[in-house]
């Protein structure tokens, strides 16, 4: 069964560093989404991205954080200038269509020290 | 903005039914899910609802959705070790993204 992808699992990094999240969506799935859970908290909307441009973001997304399409099959999340309260589960979704069932990728742990 | 509200926290007995509740605010919500986080893990759908229904049973799983109210609850019957979890119920409303309720922790003893 096909299934979203995301890598590395865990990223350790030093605030102020840049950091890079990847994920492999479905293959013919169209619209794509960035998720993050701060521990303990509830799961909050980052991106969606479609026809390799941003439809949406929420305010979370501020100028630090960045997306991109690279090639065919990957899609990253870039962090710029990482802050300590970035460290959160980060999760990569993607789904076929509107309306259609988002699957979500099992997660990236980012540690900010 | 849109708001989904869960209680934190469930507990029950092996065998016996769970019901979750969530109620959200975004009247324009098109679908309604309910995902499953196991410790450490990602988020598992498990069951979704268009909103012009008012029930969808899959199995063990009863979803009820009262829209006039905005109320969604998840029913897991014959609720076992295996469905201790997190779960969160999401509403796809305008623009496809999904917001997720404060998740709730069932668990379940022997």
């Known amino acids: 069964e096909p299934e979203v992808t995301q890598t590395p699992s865990h990223q350790v990094t030093q605030m102020g560093q840049e950091v890079i999240l990847r994920c492999v969506p479905i293959?013919?799935?169209?619209?794509f989404y960035w998720y993050r859970q701060i521990l303990g908290q509830k799961v909050e909307f980052l991106v969606s991205?479609?026809?390799?441009?941003?439809?949406?973001k929420s305010e979370i997304f501020d100028d630090q954080f960045s997306v991109e399409r690279p090639d065919g099959s990957n899609f990253t999340l870039k962090i710029r200038s990482t802050k300590l309260e970035d460290s959160a589960m980060y999760f990569c979704?993607?789904?076929?269509?509107?309306?259609?069932?988002?699957?979500f990728g099992p997660g990236t742990r980012l540690t900010v020290l | 903005g849109e708001d989904v509200e869960q209680s934190l926290f469930l507990s029950v007995r092996e065998g016996d039914s769970s019901v979750i509740n969530c109620t959200y605010t975004?009247?324009?919500?098109?679908?309604l899910y309910w995902y499953k986080q196991e410790p450490g893990a990602g988020l598992q759908l498990l069951t979704y609802?268009?909103?012009?229904?008012d029930m969808k049973q899959d199995q063990r799983l009863t979803v009820l959705l009262n829209k006039k109210d905005k109320h969604l609850s998840l029913r897991i019957a014959d609720t076992q070790t295996g469905d201790s979890a997190i779960y969160f119920c999401a509403e796809a409303g305008g623009g496809n993204k999904l917001t997720f309720g404060t998740g709730t922790q069932l668990k379940v003893e022997l």
């Open positions: 609802i268009f909103s012009n229904m």
């Open positions: 991205f479609y026809n390799n441009e941003i439809s949406e």
């Open positions: 293959s013919n799935h169209l619209y």
């Open positions: 975004d009247s324009s919500s098109t679908y």
């Open positions: 979704a993607s789904n076929a269509g509107e309306d259609n069932e988002q699957f």
